[in-house]
T-cell receptor, first 118, second 114 residues
Framework: DTEVTQTPKHLVMGMTNKKSLKCEQH?????MYWYKQKAKKPPELMFV???????INESVPSRFSPECPNSSLLNLHLHALQPEDSALYLC?????????????????FGEGSWLTVV | TQLLEQSPQFLSIQEGENLTVYCNSS?????LQWYRQEPGEGPVLLVT?????EVKKLKRLTFQFGDARKDSSLHITAAQTGDTGLYLC??????????????FGRGTQLTVWP
């Protein structure tokens, strides 16, 4: 099983709504990530969780709130978003948080959640 | 400043033609990954190259990692319409750095016409 599963696949929300994106992996990976991707652009890193603790926040606005309840799950809580936050949100995971040249540290992406803020 | 320069940004060719996409940097990477992404989907890993000078083949796709581990290329032979998509190169940081902090190129949007 080499899957990262994201739900929902599509989400439309108003600027006053509160919603959450969910991500799940059962590969025993100990690092999980949220990326944001605009159309025809490369993904941009938002957050990194390392051993279930937030290790990197790439200066993301507080209206995005990540949560890692356990080693298999990663959530992204959304509140008071702006239309410019509409994008594809990608979850990813790696076996380890830190690069070890001798390990197969491939990063696995989920299919993404399309978010539209109206 | 874009750490990885990917070119060309757009490529539109006929079925059966060959093409090459380049990914260049002034920085050294521990490894470099190539992804293909279709509209509305997440990136799908095609290959990871780790050793300088390494060449990997995946059917009609040939990937090369530069000797100095600063650049890479993707060559597609006899392109098919199913090859259409966004191709992304991503450099992984040096040993000891955060693994998931991939440095992505801007991507190459490939369109193959029948």
């Amino acid at each position: 099983d080499t899957e990262v599963t994201q739900t929902p696949k599509h989400l439309v929300m108003g600027m006053t709504n509160k919603k959450s994106l969910k991500c799940e992996q059962h590969m025993g990976h100990r690092a999980m990530y949220w990326y944001k991707q605009k159309a025809k652009k490369p993904p941009e890193l938002m957050f990194v969780y390392s051993y279930e603790k937030l290790s990197i926040n790439e200066s993301v606005p507080s209206r995005f709130s990540p949560e890692c309840p356990n080693s298999s799950l990663l959530n992204l809580h959304l509140h008071a978003l702006q239309p410019e936050d509409s994008a594809l949100y990608l979850c990813a995971s790696t076996p380890l948080p830190f690069r070890d040249r001798d390990s197969g540290n491939t990063i696995y992406f989920g299919e993404g959640s399309w978010l539209t803020v109206v | 400043t874009q750490l990885l320069e990917q070119s060309p940004q757009f490529l539109s060719i006929q079925e059966g033609e060959n093409l090459t996409v380049y990914c260049n940097s002034s920085s050294v990477f521990s490894s470099l990954q190539w992804y293909r992404q279709e509209p509305g989907e997440g990136p799908v890993l095609l290959v990871t190259v780790v050793t300088g000078g390494e060449v990997k083949k995946l059917k009609r796709l040939t990937f090369q990692f530069g000797d100095a581990r600063k650049d890479s290329s993707l060559h597609i032979t006899a392109a098919q319409t199913g090859d259409t998509g966004l191709y992304l190169c991503a450099g992984a940081p040096r040993r000891g750095s955060t693994l998931g902090r991939l440095y992505f190129g801007r991507g190459t949007q490939l369109t193959v016409w029948p």
